[in-house]
C-alpha cells in the first residue's frame, strides 16, 4: 500500500481557497483515495468480466421497464411476480442476466464513457488520477514488480495516436459496445497490458499511462480546456527554503516546470509543495491562447484532427449513415454480378469480425471491408480537410499550426461526448423513455462546441501573442487581409464536422 511522501509547510498562505484547499485535502488523505481506487477496481472488473460469460440478452429484455421479456418466454411476468416452479425459476434466473448484461452495458457505454469525457473537460483528469481503475493496477502493480527502465521505443509520442486509432477501429469490428466478450477482449486485454507494463518498467509509476494508454492522448487534449488545474509557482518553489523529498508524480512529470493541465492526472499528491503548488482556478480558455500550457506536438495536433474529427467520428456514425448502406449494397451486387460470393461469407470468429449468431448479428467479409473503408474515409475527408485548412489559416495567420488546431478542441471533445451518448440514448429508447429534449439538447451542445471553437480560432488569428508565433515570422507583421482570409479558412472545418453531425442527428 503506498504511503505519501508529500508534506506540507506551514508556509503556506493564510487564506487558502476552497479549491486550493480541497487540493490539500487530496494530499493528505491519499488512504481515502487509495480505498475509493480499489473499490472502482472492484467494480469495473465485476463490470466487465462477468457479463462475457453470461447469456446474450434476449432481444425484448429491458433493464427498467417492468414488461421486459425474459431470456425464456415461458413467462414474461415471472421478473416480476416471482418464482413459482422449477422451470418459472430458470427463466426468473435468465430474467436477472439479461438485466446485468443490460445495466453493464449501460453503466460501462451509456454512462461511464461520456461522462469520463465530460469530467476531464470539466476537472482536468481527476479521472486518471483518481478514478481509473487501470491507472490504479498498473500504479500497483509498478510498486511490486521489476522496476526495469522504461525502454526508448515506449517513449515515442506517436502510441497515443496509434493506440487509440488501433482500438477505436477494432472496437467497431467486433461490435465493442454491444458485446460483453468484445468489452472484455479490448478493455481487459488493455488491463492486463497496462498491469504488465506497470509491473515491467518503473518504480511505482504509471509508465503505461503516461506513454501507452490508448485514451492518454485524447485525455490530454480535453484537460487543456479544463477551468481548473494544479498550478505552480515557479518563484516560491525556488524561495522556499527548507529542502524537501520529492514529489512521487505517479505520471513522470517534473513537477517543478508543470505547466498546464494536459500531463498532470491531477491526483493531488504534489498539493502544497515547497508551498508552490495549488488547485486553482483559471479561464478555460487559458492553455489554448498560449498563457501557460505545454506546447502542442505535431502527434496532438495529429490525433485531433484524424483521430477525434476523423476516426472517431467516422466509427460513431457508420451505424445511423443510410450512405453507408447504400455503398455496401451497391459493393454486395457489383461482387454477385461477377460471381465473387467469397466476401460474403460469414465472420470465422467473433474476436476477427462480429459474429453473435444467437442475437441474429454476424459480420461478412463485406461488412468488415465496409466499415474499415468508411472509416478510413472519414479520416482522410473530414481529418485531411480540418488539417489543410488550419495549415492554410496557420500560415496566413503567421502562427503555429500545432497551436491554431488546439482550438478545435471544444468542438472535438464536445463531439466524443455526443458520439459516445449515442449510446445512453440507444438504451434509453429501448426502454421507452421519452426523448422529446434531445434534438435540442444535442443542437445546444453542438452550438457550444462550434461557437467556442469558432471564438477561439478567432482569437489565435487575430489577437494571437508572441509565443504564438512561427520564429521569424511575427504575428503583428500579418497584413489584416491575410488575417481576414485565415477567419474565413477557420470556417471550414467548422462547418464540416458541425455539419456532419447535423446529418447524423437532424437529417438521416
Ligand atoms: S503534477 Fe503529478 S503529482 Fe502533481 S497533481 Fe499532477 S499528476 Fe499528481
Redesign the pocket.
Known sequence: MHTATITLYPRLPRRRTRLARLGDWMARHRRAILAVQWVIVLFYLVLVALPAFLPHPHPEARLFSSDFGAASAIDRTLCTTGVQTPTDKAAYLACWQDRLVLLAQYLFWGVWWPFVILSIMLMGRVWC?VLCPEGALTEFASRHGRGGAIPRWMRWGGWPVVAFILTTVYGQLVSVYDYPQAALLILGGSTVAAVAVGWLYGKGKRVWCRFLCPVSGVFALLARIAPIH?KVDRAAWDEHPLRTTA?????L?D?KH?KGGAQ????????GHRDA?VLAARSPNAEILGAGGDTPRTGDAVLLLFGMLGVAMGAFLWTVSPWFVRGKQAAAEWLVARDIFWPLADSPAWWLLTSHPEAGDVFSWLDGAAILVWIAASALLLGGLCWLAVRAAARLAGIDWRRLALGLVPLAGIGLFLGLSMMSVTHLRAEGLPLGWLPGLRGILLGVGLLWSAWLGGQLITVGAGSLCVPGIPLRGQATAARMLAGLIWLLPLGAVGGTWILAFYVW
Open positions: 488520477g494544479f514529489v512521487d508524480c505517479a505520471p512529470l513537477v508543470l498532470c492526472h491531477a491526483c493531488g499528491r504534489c498539493s503548488v
